[in-house]
């Protein structure tokens, strides 16, 4: 990475790590960034799916777990391909509000994997996918304001997610028949 960009990097992140610190979200961005409370209602809301949903709601839930057991594991290849060391790991003077942890910063999974559920359910369900963007939004900030990625670390997860599931979404739909009940 070039030292402007990753300047300019730094500096975003100071923004959003330091400048941006309150007492309302230092409560808030770690429990976002856990996870604690999402895989829960996640998980419930994916057996209720399974169980009562209708036939699109469950294509739907298949394609999501599928792109992101997709996005996750290959961020894990893009990271040992950057290296990148995380902020925690590399600055100093930053506000660390969950473990720094030990692995490579870019792309952000959390990111990636948010992203990627985000853009499957604006493919599929237009108005409610628009409503997860806002969420991947939060989710990935949360991760910067918690001390434990770059800027353009999820801006590198997000464009990647992005582009795991709307290859998922182009792959299904050519493979599926455009008469078939299982067509979104």
């Given amino acids: 990475m070039s030292t402007a960009l990753q300047g300019f ?3 975003l992140f100071r ?5 941006a610190a309150n007492s309302w979200f230092d409560t808030l961005m770690p429990v976002i960034t856990s996870n604690s409370y999402v895989v829960p209602v996640l998980l419930a809301y994916i057996a209720g799916v399974l169980w009562r949903g209708t036939v699109h709601d469950q294509v739907f ?7 992101i057991v997709l996005a996750d594991q290959s961020v894990t290849l893009w990271k040992q ?10 600055l ?14 870019f792309p952000s999974g959390h990111a990636t994997n948010n992203f990627a559920g985000a853009m499957l359910a604006a493919l ?3 108005r409610w996918g628009k409503l997860l963007f806002i969420w991947a939004v939060a989710a ?10 770059y800027p353009l670390d999820l801006l590198g997860g997000a464009v990647w997610g992005c582009i795991i599931a709307s290859a998922v979404f182009f792959v299904y739909q050519r493979i599926v028949p455009s008469h078939s009940p299982l067509r979104l």
């Fill in 9 to 11: 990097d730094e500096w």
């Fill in 15 to 19: 923004l959003g790590n330091l400048s």
């Fill in 61 to 67: 839930i298949l394609l999501v777990i599928l792109a």
């Fill in 81 to 90: 391909v950057f290296m990148r060391p995380r902020p925690c790991q590399a």
């Fill in 92 to 105: 100093t003077d930053i506000r660390l509000l969950i473990p720094c942890g030990t692995g490579k910063s």
């Fill in 124 to 126: 599929c369900y237009k």
């Fill in 140 to 149: 990935s900030y949360s991760r910067v304001y918690c001390g434990v990625h």
